[in-house]
């Protein structure tokens, strides 16, 4: 059974530092693509950053560049987003996600239809 588990939510005054963890397991982790993405109230699921198979491309959605640093151990099984000046906007819940890398375009950002696991979300609330 596959299972994607985010942790590391909290509330933040902006300015400050959050790092989400997702631990996965039931399927093989190493192959695939891992993507964060964000949901704040009224609005589309959003793709944050996505790390392809073996960390070695990142991609990141303008509004986080610079902020936000994606990566993952393929010894345990898990994904992070370090989250670095962190503003009222970025209050979303954010959810990780597993996808196979696509042809041609491998882990590029490929929006939520791309992946095909899901964890439950942990919510990041930034104050001003």
């Known amino acids: 059974q596959v299972q994607l588990v985010e942790s590391g939510g909290g509330s933040v005054q902006a300015g400050g530092s959050l790092t989400l963890s997702c631990a996965a397991s039931?399927?093989?982790?190493?192959?695939?693509?891992m993507g964060w993405f964000r949901q704040a109230p009224g609005k589309e699921r959003e793709e944050v950053a996505t790390?392809?198979?073996?960390?070695?491309?990142?991609y990141y959605v303008d509004s986080v560049k610079g902020r936000f640093t994606i990566s993952r151990d393929n010894a345990k099984n898990t994904v992070y987003l370090q989250m670095n000046s962190l503003k009222p906007e970025d209050t979303a819940m954010y959810y990780c996600?597993?996808?196979?890398?696509?042809?041609?375009?491998?882990?590029?950002?490929?929006?939520?239809?791309?992946?095909?696991?899901w964890g439950q979300g942990t919510q990041v609330t930034v104050s001003s």
């Open positions: 790390i392809s198979t073996l960390g070695i491309r990142t």
């Open positions: 039931g399927y093989t982790y190493s192959n695939y693509c």
């Open positions: 996600a597993a996808g196979r890398p696509r042809f041609p375009v491998g882990c590029a950002p490929q929006g939520p239809g791309a992946y095909n696991y």
